[in-house]
């Protein structure tokens, strides 16, 4: 069950609790008889007692409904967040698996068999882009057959 049911079950309890008490109260003059035993038991203290529950009671409800109040903003908060999660999952692209490649021009065999170059396969099925430039060792060979 989820923690929003758990309070909302816990405040439906509460007002049927003190629904009840208000109408058993009216019906048996409760708080009548709540004073007459105060009178009677003087050292118990029982109208503090009651009072003391009454707003107990109050505190609970009131605290029930601050809960379901964050439980629903914390809600929000992990929607927004799956949401935008989702957004960042569908623009990633990944590269998984074996990736048949030959050794000597380096082309890359893709799904459907055909041989792509290795910038052209990799810009597909990710989003990486390439910049080309030559390494010293190539920039003297080229250099040298100049």
């Given at each position: 069950m989820a923690e929003y049911e758990k309070t909302t079950l816990d405040i439906i309890?509460?007002?049927?609790?003190?629904?009840?008490?208000?109408?058993?109260?009216?019906?048996?003059?409760?708080?009548?008889?709540?004073?007459?035993?105060?009178?009677?038991y003087e050292a118990y203290e029982l109208?503090?007692?009651?009072?003391?529950?009454?707003?107990?009671?109050c505190c609970m409800l009131v605290f029930a409904f601050r809960r379901i109040k964050e439980i629903n903003n914390t809600k929000n908060i992990i929607a927004n967040k799956n949401q935008e999660l989702l957004k960042v999952l569908e623009e990633i692209?990944?590269?998984?698996?074996?990736?048949?490649?030959?050794?000597?021009?380096?082309?890359?065999?893709?799904?459907?068999?055909?041989?792509?170059?290795?910038?052209?396969?990799i810009q597909t099925h990710s989003l990486a882009s390439f910049s080309h430039g030559l390494c010293p060792e190539c920039f003297e060979k080229q250099m040298g057959k100049i």
């Open positions: 309890v509460t007002l049927i609790i003190v629904t009840l008490a208000f109408l058993l109260s009216g019906r048996f003059d409760v708080l009548e008889q709540i004073v007459d035993l105060s009178r009677q109208d503090e007692v009651f009072s003391a529950s009454v707003v107990l009671a692209k990944t590269l998984r698996g074996i990736i048949p490649i030959c050794s000597y021009c380096k082309k890359i065999r893709d799904e459907k068999g055909a041989w792509d170059q290795m910038e052209t396969y």
